[in-house]
DNA sequence: GCGACAG
DNA sequence: ATCTTGTCGC
């Protein structure tokens, strides 16, 4: 018995339209919320890796909120299940990442995801809010480039601005490093923005990206690597 | 109409 | 995402 509920793959949309149907179906069913109680002692990175061939590695790197050291990881790898399309990137993501992390032993309590949560144009409804209800962990999206309207956080680690899309506030540039460029947090599910915030500078005490970030980059490259035959 | 567009 | 040279800084 699997901590994670099982995928089922036969129904993963072929096409953009299904797709974004999907989408729009599922929006209403997020919760920005951070459970009572709830507590953040392991926290999860996800990372894909892809070939020219369209084999597909993922990575997920489990570590400690307190220590940041990893306590876990687990790789899988597939076939690319939809192409790359702005917007609909949950699609192409998500079945290899969610076999990596049904590799996993026990559940994180966070997952961290390369990408948006409900920064996401639209339909609000980005990669880590599919994963969030699809394996009903907290969940937060964490992107290198924004999607949205937004004013320069102050220079110092930790300002932080609101990201905005038709005047809703959907997520928040946040400067994880002083002087760099800020990183773009959105809820995904299971958790409020503040909190997701506080989280994501938890997990940033040096670089600009998430300290697990490099180990699941790393991970994920080099097994597929091994996959394909260097 | 045209460009831009998470990874 | 992936493909690449050089460069700056701790």
Not at 20 to 48: H, K
Not at 83 to 107: D, H, Q, S
Request: proline content about 8%; some cysteine; hydrophobic content about 45%.
């Amino acid at each position: 018995m699997s901590w994670l509920p099982p995928l089922d793959l036969t129904s993963w949309p072929t096409t953009a339209e299904k797709a974004m149907a999907l989408q729009d179906e599922l929006r209403p069913l997020i919760c920005p919320v951070t459970p009572p109680g709830a507590r953040f002692r392991t926290v999860a990175r996800l990372d894909s890796a892809y070939a020219d061939t369209g084999a597909v590695t993922a990575a997920v790197v489990v570590l400690a909120a307190d220590t940041l050291r990893p306590v876990a990881s687990a790789v899988a790898h597939g076939a690319a299940a939809f192409p790359y399309v702005p917007g609909l990137l949950a699609f192409r993501e998500i079945p290899a990442t969610f076999a990596a992390l049904e590799k996993l032993c026990t559940a994180p309590d966070l997952l961290v995801c390369d990408g948006q949560g409900l920064a996401h144009p639209r339909r609000r409804f980005g990669l880590a809010c599919h994963l969030g209800l699809l394996t009903g962990v907290p969940t937060i999206g964490v992107a290198k480039t924004v999607w949205g309207e937004y004013a320069e956080p102050g220079p110092e680690r930790g300002a932080a601005t609101d990201i905005t899309i038709d005047g809703a506030v959907v997520g928040r540039a946040l400067r994880t490093r002083a002087g760099v460029k800020p990183v773009f947090v959105s809820v995904g599910h299971r958790i409020d923005l503040d909190t997701a915030c506080a989280q994501v500078l938890a997990l940033t005490p040096r670089y600009r990206l998430p300290e697990t970030t490099r180990h699941a980059d790393h991970l994920c490259r080099a097994a597929l690597r091994t996959a394909t035959g260097n």
